[in-house]
């Protein structure tokens, strides 16, 4: 299997997929009222971790450098995309040699990195900076996912909050518990990545990064 290390260089300021107007806009909130932007900020910054975990990739661009050994074929996908032709800043082979852009293609979209016949030699080491510049690039597909995952949470922590309520009254006392079978019954079921929505995990499928 390909080997792969990655040393962030710059990180992403970054990482959300909507800005809060953009997910009040969504959910029909008045935007003016500013009493809960911490709280969507937080459930929007919870959302875009939540699916760059369940698609194994980092989608916010930042600075990094790799260093790839053990691969079969003389290209490699780059774990940051999608890359710029400019934003190659170095590739270097087995240990000293530089790559000039005569040697290598690059796939934009998809981070792809074709080397000719005699420049496959490991390590191969790559500085680059990658990804999109979120919230304001984030793929629309992304944005819907997060929304949904935004509205997912919040639809939860309402359900908590009145479902699942019993009652134990004996003479002129009352006790109010949660049932937590009524609770696990509320929770749904999980879609195919984990997300717990199947439109979100038919969002996302397209954006999975797959080991190599």
């Known amino acids: 299997m390909t080997d792969v290390m990655v040393k962030v260089l710059e990180p992403a300021d ?25 709280l969507i900020e937080q459930q929007i910054e919870i959302a875009s971790a939540t699916i760059a975990e369940l698609t194994n990739r980092t989608f916010a661009k930042e600075k990094v450098y790799e260093t790839w050994r053990d691969f079969s074929h003389r290209r490699l996908w780059l774990t940051r995309f999608p890359i710029e032709d400019d934003d190659i800043e170095k590739i270097t082979i087995g240990g000293n040699r530089t790559l000039t852009e005569d040697d290598y293609e690059l796939e934009n979209k ?29 793929p629309k597909p992304l944005k819907q996912a997060t929304l949904l995952l935004v509205t997912q949470q919040r639809s939860q922590a309402t359900r ?13 006392s009352r006790v109010l518990f949660f049932d937590p079978t009524q609770q696990a019954k509320s929770a749904g079921p999980s879609g195919g990545l984990g997300s717990g929505s199947k439109q979100v995990d038919d969002l996302l499928m397209h954006y999975v990064r797959h080991a190599i």
């Open 160 to 172: 908590e909050s009145i479902e699942g309520i019993r009652m134990i009254a004996h003479k002129d």
């Open 110 to 138: 998809s981070g792809m990195l074709h080397f000719g016949v005699h420049a496959a030699h490991e390590p191969i080491r790559v500085t680059y900076s990658g990804g999109f510049v979120l919230p304001d690039d984030a």
């Open 14 to 38: 970054n990482i959300s997929f909507l800005t809060v107007r953009e997910a009040k806009l969504m959910l029909g909130l008045p935007v003016d009222d500013t009493t809960n932007d911490d």
